[in-house]
């Protein structure tokens, strides 16, 4: 293993690549990534994210001007890899849309069309919004766009859950390898969904192993959320660490205020992860709607994304009425180490306290 010296040297070696001044790296996080939030950990030294899942490509280039007129610090762009068109199954669905009927609003059978916005399109619009980092999740980017991306000088991150994944990301030209523990809140990102439950690597046993598989950076993330985590997860092999819950609760992540004072009581066995939001395995609070959907009187969850769909009705009536228990309160399981402090501060703090730890 390294000493301390050598291991601040590789991250600052990191950081100097991606003109960072902190190794600590906003995750990008679909539906929670006010552009404050990313103005605030880059004009820290950290790294901006948008997750742009769920955003057409106007949308896309609106977040980057936005953070762009407040800070010059980076920023990553981050998209799904999609899966092929789920198997319908409309007397399956029906039940589902029962049972979600007793949890919210009456859901139409029309709910499950709903899909996300064209991937070649939003590929096109990270590629105009032109960040310095672009990253993927449940897969990899296919090689013409790799090339373009690389043309262009920009990073690709890639998220993985597994050494083979690693390796796989690195093959295909991956600049930098983000190692998801299973302890990390929203989406698994496992290649393969049908994987995703049975292939849960903690990041204490993912990290040094994706640090040997692979010769580019690796970068930490799930269950990261203070300066104890930070050390850890450099004294692993990370070159960096990638915070989302741990963000969730500053000023700027505007979360809902249920959701928020909710995490500050989660403790770990608290969270699971579970298909019954979208139709991917995902870490939420484990609230009275996540632990009832996964009962086994329950219809199994309909695939991604006919799943979000059926339950959005819910979800958006939830969140009218602030009610946490139906909402979709994705939670990694250090949830309640996340602080109520603005965004800036906590990164700088959170990177004053793994120095300590690595140079004491
Ligand atoms: C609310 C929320 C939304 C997320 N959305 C995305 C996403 O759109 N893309 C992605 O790559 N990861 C997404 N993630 C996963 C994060 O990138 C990261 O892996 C995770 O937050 C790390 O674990 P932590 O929450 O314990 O820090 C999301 C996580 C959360 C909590």
Redesign the pocket.
Known sequence: MAPAGKIVERSAAFCGRFGLRLPILL??????HPPALSIAVANAGGLGAC?A?LMAPADIADWAAEVRAGTNGAFQL?L?IPDPPPQRDSAHEERVRLFLGGWGPPVPPEAGDAVPPDFAQQCEALLAAGPRIV?S?MGLYPPDFVARLKQRGIAWFA?VTTVAEARAAEAAGADVIVA?GM?????R?AFDAAMAERQQVGLMALLPAVADAVRVPVVA?????DGRGVAAALLLGASAV?????F?RCPEARLHPAWADALARTAPEQTMVSRVFSGRPGRSIATDYARAATSPEAPPPAPYPVQRGLTAAMRAAAHREGDLHRMQP?A???AALACAEPAGALAQRLWEDARALLSG
């Open positions: 995750a990008p996080m679909a539906g929670a997750g899942l981050n799904w990253s999740i998220n998801q302890e990390a809140g929203g989406h990102g993330t799930g269950g990261i959320a990638q915070i989302g819950t741990g969730l994705w990694g399981q250090s």
